[in-house]
């Protein structure tokens, strides 16, 4: 299929720069996608639209504070952003991108904020480094002292307080995002108390969103593009959750895709049966894909030709996905990370 049909024009405006007061104050689009049917309701309404015994399933992932500054001998400054660890080695050496990566070539020594040396180490191509941080000591102290929250590039602002709490989940755990599975935004801890009192069950996975996820699609054709790795875990309790809500024939609900990139795979790596698993995926779900495990769908509103507006087509159709993108607008909910969600049944 070609990208371009997964194209719209999205209002500058509509893009959410900042998050609502409240994660429960949040708008939801609520589509029907076996009927097209469209209502208009809001998060905090949630237990409304589900039946007792549905299950939602979090990503339980957390962000770093992953993006730095650093200068070159020359007093150059250098944005750099971890991407994750070279696991292979001991030490700390990771992969990360520089910006701008014309100023790096060969091997270089960085400094960084607070004096600490950094050592370029190889070059992997398009912006991509090895760089190793032996000699800062603790990576995740630094981090907390003088990394930035890595906020996508639509939000057109430097990160703020705010941000460290707000780009976060209340129920985040395991660190290692690049950025948040923003369909859990919007998720308040009197909001889930009020779903398990409804008789909405819950139960996490850990997948650490990465380039995979929003890298835009520069290929002319949707097949051409590739994925990149993205780490992932299911527990073996995860799966004996998911398989008993599925033997009561009720409905497993992904709270974001990237819930159901980490579902789905799971379900490849066992050949059709969820099975408990720890390692990567680049797993990218297109129109005409076969879902296993996912029912119904959380997810906020997405980037026009992204590989998330791809995956949300998949599963409820391209033309009416963008015929609700086109409502929505007109409707003026607010777009993309820092904005509203729909819930798809």
């Given at each position: ?296 769908l959380i997810t906020n509103f997405h980037q026009p030709a992204s590989t998330l507006l791809m995956l949300v087509s998949a599963l409820a159709g391209r ?21 509203d969600c729909m819930l798809i049944l």
């Amino acid at each position: 299929m070609e990208t371009n049909l997964f194209d719209y024009y999205l209002p500058p405006e509509l893009v959410a720069q900042y998050p609502r007061k409240k994660r429960e104050d949040s708008r939801m689009l609520v589509l029907d996608r076996h009927t097209g049917h469209v209502s208009h309701s809001w998060i905090q309404d949630l237990p409304q639209w589900l039946l007792p015994g549905d299950r939602l399933v979090f990503n339980q992932t957390r962000v770093i504070p992953a993006r730095i500054f650093a200068r070159k001998h020359t007093g150059a400054k250098l944005e750099i952003l971890l991407l994750r660890p070279v696991f292979e080695k001991d030490n700390q050496d990771w992969e990360v991108l520089i910006q701008p990566a014309k100023r790096i070539k060969g091997a270089l020594e960085l400094t960084l904020e607070n004096g600490k040396k950094i050592q370029v180490i190889d070059s992997l191509g398009e912006g991509h480094f090895i760089v190793n941080f032996n000699q800062v000591g603790s990576l995740k102290k630094f981090l907390n002292q003088y990394g930035h929250v890595p906020l996508p590039p639509y939000i057109r602002r430097s990160d703020n307080v705010e941000d460290r709490e707000r780009y976060q989940s209340v129920f985040a755990k395991q660190e290692g995002s690049l950025a948040a599975p923003t369909a859990s935004l919007h998720f308040s801890k009197g909001l889930l108390s009020h779903l398990n009192r409804a008789g909405i069950k819950s139960t996490r996975l850990t997948l650490h969103v990465g380039l995979g996820t929003f890298l835009p699609v520069m290929a002319e054709n949707i097949e051409d593009h590739l994925m990149h790795p993205e780490w992932f875990e299911l527990s073996l309790k995860t799966v004996s959750d998911i398989q008993k809500t599925q033997k009561a024939h009720q409905r497993i609900v992904a709270v974001g895709t990237t819930v159901v990139r980490a579902l789905e795979s799971a379900c490849i790596v066992g050949n059709g049966t969820l099975v408990p698993y720890m390692g990567e995926t680049r797993i990218f779900i297109t129109p005409g894909f076969n879902f296993k495990i996912t029912e119904a769908l959380i997810t906020n509103f997405h980037q026009p030709a992204s590989t998330l507006l791809m995956l949300v087509s998949a599963l409820a159709g391209r033309e009416r996905i963008l015929a609700v993108y086109e409502q929505a607008m007109k409707e003026k909910y607010r777009f993309l990370s820092y904005g509203d969600c729909m819930l798809i049944l």
